[in-house]
């Protein structure tokens, strides 16, 4: 069963434009942990944050920004006047309190043209 | 320190033909994880390793083998190369959950094509 679902596989914007990727997730667990990886097209996967279970509130890393919300088990990202930079496959995924073991959703690809 | 290192980044290979792909991490991380990456999947986890030792089997496991002899590193075996495999492979550690640090740590890749 898919545990994450990413349900934006492609967006397009133009520079300058915010834009929100959706990650939907299911568990069971009460402790687990999600995370953000980019992956430029370079293909290395950058870790972008963590955040567990037990703590739901929002954090804000200069344009980037993430809205966890228990109640509809969302963990959505949002970046605020995107730059062509940000142009990557982006990744969330879930780990029910293990630390070898994520599951990832499908991936996102964000475009960003001038 | 050097994070988590792969070798090789590239590799082609024949059906039939058999290779190990080298992963190795000098974080002393006890857990380390070898994923598969293939378009429009996402990465999906082939074995994983909590401590040298011992290993066990993630999503799609068959026509891999690991061991893990040392802390450092954890070696991917393919046994008999299918074109089905072709895919990119990503290598991972991370420390035990709870210690404050916790997150995998990726390595850059092997790109592995078997025709």
């Known amino acids: 069963a898919q545990k994450v679902t990413q349900a934006q596989t492609e967006i397009s914007v133009v520079e300058k434009e915010d834009v929100t990727l959706d990650c939907v997730y299911e568990?069971?667990?009460?402790?687990?942990?999600l995370f953000w990886y980019k992956q430029p097209p370079s293909g290395e996967l950058v870790f972008l944050i963590r955040?567990?279970?037990?703590?739901?509130q929002n954090e804000i890393s200069g344009r980037y920004s993430w809205n966890f919300q228990k109640s509809t088990s969302s963990f959505n990202f949002t970046i605020t006047a995107s730059q062509v930079v940000d142009s990557a496959v982006y990744f969330c995924?879930?780990?029910?309190?293990?630390?070898?073991?994520?599951?990832f959703g499908k991936g996102t690809s964000l475009l960003v043209t001038p | 320190n050097a994070g988590v290192t792969q070798t090789p980044k590239f590799q082609v290979l024949k059906t039939g033909q058999s290779m190990t792909l080298q992963c190795a991490q000098d974080?002393?991380?006890?857990?380390m994880s070898w994923y598969r990456q293939d378009p429009g999947m996402g990465l999906r986890l082939i074995h994983y390793?909590?401590?040298?030792?011992i290993t066990d089997q993630g999503e799609v496991p068959n026509g891999y083998n690991v061991s893990r002899s040392t802390t450092e590193d954890f070696p991917l075996r393919l046994l008999s190369a299918a074109p089905s495999q072709t895919s990119v492979y990503f290598c991972?550690?991370?420390?035990?959950w709870g210690s404050g640090k916790d997150t995998q740590y990726f390595g850059p890749g092997t790109r592995l094509t078997v025709l």
């Open positions: 390793s909590v401590g040298a030792g």
């Open positions: 955040r567990n279970s037990f703590d739901e």
């Open positions: 995924a879930l780990s029910e309190n293990s630390g070898y073991a994520l599951n």
């Open positions: 974080m002393n991380h006890e857990y």
């Open positions: 991972a550690s991370s420390p035990p």
């Open positions: 568990t069971r667990d009460t402790t687990y942990y």
